[in-house]
Each structure stands twice: as C-alpha cells, then as structure tokens.
C-alpha cells in the first residue's frame, strides 16, 4: 500500500483503532501519507492483526530486551531508517521515548492525548475531568517534544460533558472523535501546510499559538 506520498510509521502498543482510523482513511484513497510500517513494542497487540489484514509491513521491539530506554529506541530507529520513514505517529504506544530519539525526529512525530492539554497530561483523563466537573473534554493532536505530554499542539477535537456521563463512555466519544483529528493532522503535517519551527507549530506560515479547535 505504498507510492509515492510521505511514509509514516505508526507506532503502537495496544487496540490500534487510532491506527485503523488511518489505515480505512489510507483505503479510501484520502490520507496524504502511505503507512509504510506499523511498530509494537509488544507482539500481542491488536494493532498487529489490523497492520496485517491492511497487507503493511510490522515489526514488534520489545523494550523487555534492552537494558535501557535509549538503547531500545536506538533499535527501533534502525527499523524505521531502514523503511525510509519520514513520519512518525504515536498512536496508543505506551513507552517513554528518550531525548535521543525524540530529537532525531524532532518536527516528524505527533502523539494524540485524550485530554484538552495542556490540561491534564498523564493517564486517567477521563475520571480526572470528571472529578473536576469540567464541561469540556477533548483529545490533542501535537508535536513530541522531551517532556511529556507537552509539544505545540495542533489540532484540538472538543466535546461537551453530560452530567450523567461516566468515564468509560466520555472515553468512547473522545475515541470516537480521535479517528477525525488524527489522520487530518498528518495529512497537515504531510501537505507541509503544518510544520514545527523554532519550537512552535506553524500553520499556513503563521505560529500557532493556540491549537486549531474542531467542536464535535
Ligand atoms: C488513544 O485514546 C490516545 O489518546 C492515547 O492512546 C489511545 C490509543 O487507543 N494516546 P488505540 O490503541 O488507538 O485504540
């Protein structure tokens, strides 16, 4: 399923229906990127069986194997280099990356957060919205930077919360929303019409100080 677009790999640990939403978007001929490789750092994960139903090329790294965090992501940067990768998306992938590889492809890679950040980085989102009665959650798509959580963000899914609701449903249609904001965000990032500079998003030339916010 590869041409002549920008190659991504895509980065995985666990479900992958982030991946799936880019994969069905790949099929349908409207995604500005061709996923080149799906990486895991565990071998049981779904996102495999999708990858390879989709006919892309996979590879599992467990990070069990590597006595520390810089060595096993020297390893998986071997894999991406030699897939002449020029994109990388985290999509449920589940370890800390070191300075070293973060900075190698500094401007390259983006992670999606279910959270509106920069409130809330870390886990547990969901629940922590909740318990502060906030009437807004969302999920962000940025730039990865060293520190977690933290990288000029670009594209923001918003939604309003139900009193009634309850965490594993917020988290469905935080989820939900996630599959259109992701693949938009590579197709920007893809098209050139996004890049990271100086420290900052720009979009269409002009810095983005704020993330773009899509209402769903
Ligand atoms: C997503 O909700 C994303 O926000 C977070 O990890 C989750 C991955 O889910 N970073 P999936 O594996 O794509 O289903």
């Not at 390879?52 to 280099?81: C, L, Q, W, Y």
């Not at 590579?186 to 704020?210: C, I």
Request: charged content about 20%; hydrophobic content about 45%; glycine content about 8%.
């Amino acid at each position: 399923m590869t041409g002549t677009k920008p190659r991504v790999a895509i980065l995985i640990s666990g479900s992958g229906t982030n991946l799936q939403a880019f994969i069905d978007r790949h099929a349908g001929g409207n995604l500005g990127a061709d996923i080149a490789l799906v990486l895991s750092n565990r071998a049981d994960a779904y996102g495999l069986v999708r990858a390879e139903t989709a006919g892309i090329p996979t590879a599992v790294i467990s990070h069990k194997n590597f006595d520390s965090r810089e060595s096993f992501d020297r390893a998986m940067a071997a894999v991406i280099d030699d897939a002449r990768i020029d994109y990388i998306v985290l999509a449920g992938f589940m370890r800390i990356l070191s300075g070293w590889f973060v900075n190698r492809y500094l401007g390259r890679t983006l992670n999606i957060h279910p959270a509106l950040l920069p409130l809330y980085p870390g886990l547990d989102t969901h629940q922590r919205v909740l318990d502060a009665g906030d009437r807004h959650h969302g999920s962000t798509v940025h730039f990865v930077i060293e520190d977690l959580d933290a990288g000029p963000c670009i594209l923001q899914g918003r939604l309003p919360v139900a009193p009634s609701t309850d965490a594993s449903e917020l988290a469905n249609r935080v989820q939900a929303l996630e599959h259109q904001i992701y693949p938009e965000s590579l197709d920007w990032l893809a098209s050139g019409r996004v890049a990271f500079e100086d420290g900052a998003a720009v979009m269409d030339g002009k810095r983005l100080d704020a993330p773009v916010i899509r209402d769903f």
